[in-house]
């Protein structure tokens, strides 16, 4: 059984920044696509950055430059590193995996997806 749980969200001001992680287990070995998602208040969800078996990152262009995605393998933990935190970055974090072979840009597509972790709030203030 696969599970996912986010960790390290909270309540910033602009310009902070937060880790968010993310332990997976029963997702072993590890194919393709691991991403992070987010939904704000009267929001779709959209992706905010994944990274593939290869290591190939892809970010939203409201996030680039400002979060790193990474992945240690040995430890079975994702991270979302945001920084320069911005009001509407402010919503529910999500992190995802993936079962299907596609990676490299496909990693920020809900479509792909089949597990998911109940998500942490990131809330961010002026």
């Known amino acids: 059984q696969v599970q996912l749980v986010e960790s390290g969200g909270g309540s910033v001001q602009a310009g902070e920044s937060l880790r968010l992680s993310c332990a997976h287990s029963g997702y072993t070995p590890i194919r393709n696509c691991m ?15 994944g990274i593939d078996s290869d290591k190939w990152t892809t970010y939203a262009q409201s996030v680039k430059g400002r979060f790193t995605i ?8 994702m991270y979302l590193q945001m920084n320069s ?9 999500y992190c995802a995996a993936a079962r299907s072979p596609l990676g490299g ?11 998911w972790g109940q ?8």
């Open 119 to 126: 998500g942490t709030q990131v809330t961010v203030s002026f």
């Open 85 to 93: 935190l911005k009001p509407e970055d402010t919503a529910m974090y």
């Open 70 to 77: 990474s992945q240690d393998r040995a430890k079975n933990i």
């Open 35 to 49: 991403g992070w998602f987010r939904q704000g208040p009267g929001k779709e969800r959209e992706g905010v950055a």
């Open 105 to 115: 840009n496909w990693c920020t597509r809900e479509a792909i997806y089949n597990y």
